[in-house]
């Protein structure tokens, strides 16, 4: 037993089982909220409130949960987090009304957010290759989108979030047979930051960077138009007369086409420069927001569905780490990460609220219109954003 033990520890196997089962809960858990909500008789303003609620939630609790992580260690700290995601989506599956669902989802979204910085950090400090690692997390998703409608539709409603708790409890086996080089990493900047030879900075420093700021402004515009999108798109692919299984089909086929952009990450990441890779996944999206907002056929629909949906998201999670390396100090890579963090949260939060009551006015096609001239503002920043090319800094090679 112990030398079984043993090989688990740190293996292959282990960042496989933690990150497809961790995504494979965050599917289960997001997937087809909006679907639930409104099958339970909610209106869509409704839906937007409980999601920007739960990203409220989250863009205040990011920095505390980082505070905790430092001062006790980032396992003890994400172990207590897996285990209180069981216990919220527990609640949620038994809550009586509106508002405990509110509050519980709130709860599964700050937990299981402010666990995927030490996930996704794990994939670059494990002992193995980036790509070969979070690949997993992708599968996971996708597989946990198809499932979340075969069984909403087969099983129950609420069935989806009976199988985040499941999910996250084979996680946190993941987890625990995990050993990545972040005690290291940290100790070094500690040992950095204390050199008399290196002049400290202060988040003042971050925040007069004009090139920060302006990316900042970028970011918001992004992830509210694709957080909002995210969000309706199950209820709009169902409004259009497709079954709840039949768009999670789709949703997860268009989650698997971040695969080979994962695994050949290494062969275009560190070739095409900053602003050239912002300006692709701005024109997806707002390619994606014109077909949805002239409420074209389905068929087109779902082609941009497939392009618009997690290619432009993956591309933008693995560019963004590129851009703040290339326009934020080495000592202050995290903070600023945190920072991009929290103002996606706040573009979501905007950008569900409106959007969800301009889908309950007048349709979701007006609300993808609003969304695409979101998006098209934020194309024309890209095209105004001087920012290097990052190929310099071979964070993918």
Known sequence: MERLLAKYTNSYASYVILFFFYDLAFAFFSALISVYLIGKGYSASQVSMCISVAALANMVTQPIIGSLTDKFGMRSVNMVMFAATCIAAALFVIAPNFLIIVGTYAAMNLLMNGVNPTVER????????????????SIGFAVGTQLTGIIYDSIAPVAPYIGVIIAMLIAIFGFWGTNPRLAETEAAKIEDAASDEVEPVSTKTLLTNKKFLYYLVLQILFAAVTGAAYSFCPAFLTSKGLEAST????????????????????????KI?????????FTLVVVEMVVYGLNLPLPLVIVATFLGRHPPA???????????????????????????????SFGTIISNNIGGRIADAAGYP????????MISVGLAGVVF????????KKLFS
Do not use: H
Request: one cysteine or more.
């Open 273 to 281: 420069a900053n602003k050239t890779l912002l300006f692709a996944i």
């Open 122 to 137: 794990m994939a670059t400090s494990s002992p193995y290759s980036y790509g070969s690692i979070r690949v997993w997390g």
């Open 385 to 392: 954003f001087q920012v290097p090319s990052g190929n310099d």
């Open 314 to 344: 993956i591309i933008n999670i693995m560019a963004n780490m590129k851009v703040v390396n290339t326009i934020v100090d080495a000592r202050q890579q995290i903070a600023g990460l945190a920072l991009v963090k929290t103002c996606q």
């Open 366 to 373: 007006a609300m993808f219109l609003f969304l695409l001239v």
């Open 247 to 270: 768009a999670s089909t789709i949703l997860a086929v268009a989650t698997l086409l971040e695969i080979p952009l994962l695994l050949f990450s290494s062969k275009f990441m560190d």
